[in-house]
């Protein structure tokens, strides 16, 4: 089974700063996609950041220069640091991704249980 765990939500205030990680866990034999997506109440779930298969970084419009997305290869971890916080970046943030288990498997979507950010004005 896999598993997507993520960590270092909290409560900042405006203009500081956290950095959420996501590790995949288990039988994996590729990640094809990752990406940090975020709810907040009464809205729909958006994407905030994310690699597409090539390995290219895509951002929301809203964070784009205050937010950026990486990852640790070797261990299946993803990580997004956020500056310069907003109260309206205020949700609960969610690590998804796509993962091949086997070379003769096929692709299945996998999300974390979220991690609630906080921004306090």
């Known amino acids: 089974q896999v598993q997507l765990v993520e960590s270092g939500g909290g409560l900042v205030q405006a203009g500081g700063s956290l950095r959420l990680s996501c590790a995949a866990s288990g039988v994996i034999f590729r990640i094809n996609t990752m990406g940090w997506y975020r709810q907040a109440p009464g809205k729909q779930r958006e994407l905030v950041a994310g690699?597409?298969?090539?390995?290219?970084?895509v951002y929301a419009d809203s964070v784009n220069g205050r937010f950026t997305i990486s990852r640790d290869n070797a261990k299946n971890t993803m990580y997004l640091q956020m500056i310069s916080l907003k109260p309206e970046d205020t949700a609960v943030y969610y690590c998804n991704a796509e993962i091949r288990r086997a070379v003769w498997a096929s692709d299945h979507d996998y999300w974390g249980q979220g991690t609630q950010v906080t921004v306090s004005s």
């Open positions: 690699f597409t298969r090539d390995g290219i970084t």
